[in-house]
């Protein structure tokens, strides 16, 4: 995996690199998932898969996209098929987001600033 970026409806939320980088190709592995995102934005309306698996490719490398029910875009730029791998990856994600983004949601009857949130039914530490 090269890079992994979590996309908002107009701007990036996340980004993180997975492998070291040569100097002379520091923006392409950027522009490569930037440029995917026209694609993803059409693919996330002829589908009701959250998962869009590998929707381009540059060079070696593979774009895999999965998009929420909220329209947050996670996106992967890898070199290796394997989507058994990628679906999983992005599973534990979208989980995880989940979780987060439920964080900031309190409870009606909470006081304000509270620590605490509901999730699942239960409440739980932010």
Known sequence: MSMFVV?????P???MEM???REESAHVDEFVLHAA???VDELMWTTPAMALKVVDRFNDQ???AFVTASGVK???LHE???DDTVKAFFHEVHELYVKVSGCWVRCING???SNYCWLGGGAHSC
């Open 7 to 11: 996309v908002g409806s107009k701007e």
């Open 13 to 15: 939320l996340y980004k």
């Open 19 to 21: 492998r070291a980088r």
């Open 37 to 39: 995102l026209d694609l």
């Open 62 to 64: 593979l774009v895999s």
């Open 74 to 76: 996670f996106l992967l």
């Open 80 to 82: 290796t098929r394997n």
């Open 111 to 113: 006081a304000a600033g």
